[in-house]
Nanobody, 119 residues
């Protein structure tokens, strides 16, 4: 059974940094696309950053220049380095991945990790 487990969230002051991890476990062939989303209270879930198996990345305008997404294929882990954090970055951050199991691709979600940025 495939699972995505997120870690690295917490409380940080504005201007600080956090690194989120999303580790995939189970009988995985490969990860084709991994995406970090976030959802603040009372708001819709929004895309933060994504990375493909070819290391093509995409970022929301609100995080460009501050956040960096990367992946470690050997560990089936995706990271989100968040620098210069702002109070408006406060949200639950979710990892989503499209994972090949054999020749079929499935979408999986992590449980979410809370990021709180104090002013």
């Amino acid at each position: 059974q495939v699972q995505l487990v997120e870690s690295g969230g917490g409380l940080v002051q504005a201007g600080g940094s956090l690194r989120l991890s999303c580790a995939a476990s189970g009988s995985i062939s490969s990860i084709s696309v991994a995406t970090w989303y976030r959802q603040a209270p009372g708001k819709q879930r929004e895309l933060v950053a994504s990375i493909t198996s070819g290391d093509t990345t995409n970022y929301a305008d609100s995080v460009k220049g501050r956040f960096t997404i990367s992946g470690d294929k050997a560990k089936n882990t995706v990271y989100l380095q968040m620098n210069s954090l702002k109070p408006e970055d406060t949200a639950v951050y979710y990892c989503n991945a499209f994972i090949f199991i054999g020749t079929f691709q499935y979408s999986y979600w992590g449980q979410g990790t809370q990021v709180t940025v104090s002013s």
